[in-house]
């Protein structure tokens, strides 16, 4: 079991990630693998952003809405040197729905039964396998394969566009080396996390069958790291790239073929001090980033990079770790596609994560 140190540092990076750049949720975390014996996880993180913004004076309403992330995780040795490790988290996702007021929203074509709301609901669930090989020298290295379950649903009745998606699972990848030294808590890991092809049944509106869309969720590559700097006190952070500008979902169905893509990538920093207080508790703080990319944006997503502040704690009691974190999110401004404007918006987000030791 990791020491409580380390529990709150964690959550109070967690508990921010459900609100990075693009469809971005999860994070693809897997500091599970690097926890000490045979633990089971559970976490869970809320999301509740307040996002509006206007369309040549017409509010758009608070189009954000309010979601929950789960995550499991069993995390057991097989050896002195080979650990295993299964996860389960929901890594990308979008929710967002218009007033019926907003011009997006109003039907093209009234009395045919179209939607009166602009909105998008994306989905994905990610089962992770991890292998992971530790040297005497401080490093190891790990690999694994994860199935990927996305779906998808759009309604934009001002095109006269409807569209929901069939479920489709596949496979991906991630590999990735750390280095570790214990006597000072110090740990930096880089994983890569392979793109994954997932080809979309779509059903749409007004269109005669189905459309076979092929879409990728992007590649990306995480590095997290933590050391300790005095007695008790650790510092630690993360800066994740996500590749967002290979990622397209299209119909030649939709009016101008592309229904969601975004012109530039992300990168996401975090850092953090932890300290503990006692045997039992420790607290963490920390600070999160994403540049502003400018030019023009989604109208499924209208932010544009962040900076936030998180505060997380962990209790020991027995053989568990109760961590909890909250955070606060300043999104930046933004300009969508069809020209409205978002200003001034953010967010909250809390996390609890349970670590229970089976051995």
């Known amino acids: 079991m990791r020491n409580t140190l380390l529990g709150a540092a964690t959550l109070s990076l967690a508990s921010g990630a459900a609100l990075a750049g693009g469809l971005d949720r999860s994070g693809q975390g897997i500091n599970l693998i690097f926890e000490e014996g045979q633990v089971l996880q559970f976490a869970y993180s809320y999301a509740d952003p307040s996002l509006s913004g206007t369309y040549f004076g017409i509010d758009s309403g608070d189009i954000g809405k309010g979601y929950g992330l789960p995550q499991l995780g069993f995390k057991t040795a097989l050896s002195d040197t080979l650990d295993f490790a299964l996860i389960y988290d929901q890594p990308f996702g979008a929710h967002v729905e218009y007033a019926p007021t907003y011009p997006l929203s109003v039907p093209a074509i009234p009395g045919i039964g179209l939607p009166d709301q602009l909105r998008a609901d994306a989905s994905t669930q990610a089962l992770t396998a991890i292998l992971r090989h530790k040297f005497d020298t401080g490093f190891s290295l790990y690999g694994g394969l994860r199935v990927q379950r996305a779906q998808a649903e759009v309604d934009i009745p001002a095109l ?27 740990r930096i890991s880089l994983t890569y996390n392979s793109a994954i092809k997932q080809s979309l049944t779509l059903n749409e ?7 076979i869309s092929e879409i990728e969720t992007p590649q990306s590559l995480n590095l997290d ?23 397209s979902l ?10 969601v893509s975004f012109a530039n990538d992300s990168i ?10 006692s ?3 420790s607290g963490a703080i920390s600070l999160g980033y994403e540049k502003s990319n400018g030019g023009t944006v989604s109208d499924l ?19 568990a770790q109760i961590s909890f974190g909250i955070r606060r999110i300043l999104m930046g401004d933004a300009v969508t596609n069809a020209g409205a404007i978002f200003e001034d918006n953010n967010a909250w987000a809390a996390g609890i994560q349970v670590t229970y030791a089976l051995n």
């Open 160 to 186: 006269a566009y409807t569209m929901n998606s069939d479920k489709a699972t596949d496979l991906g990848y991630l590999v990735g080396a750390a280095w570790e030294k214990p006597e000072i808590a110090a």
């Open 205 to 211: 509106g007004g269109a005669t069958g189905t459309h």
């Open 225 to 247: 790291f933590q050391t300790g700097v005095a007695a008790n006190t650790l510092v630690f952070g993360s800066v994740r790239w996500v590749d967002w500008s290979e990622f």
């Open 250 to 259: 299209s119909s030649p169905n939709y009016l101008g073929g592309t229904i």
């Open 268 to 277: 996401t920093y975090n850092l953090g001090v932890g300290h503990r207080f």
């Open 279 to 281: 045997d039992a508790f």
């Open 301 to 319: 997503g209208p932010s544009d990079g962040y900076f936030s502040v998180g505060i997380g704690g962990t209790y020991t009691v027995d053989k």
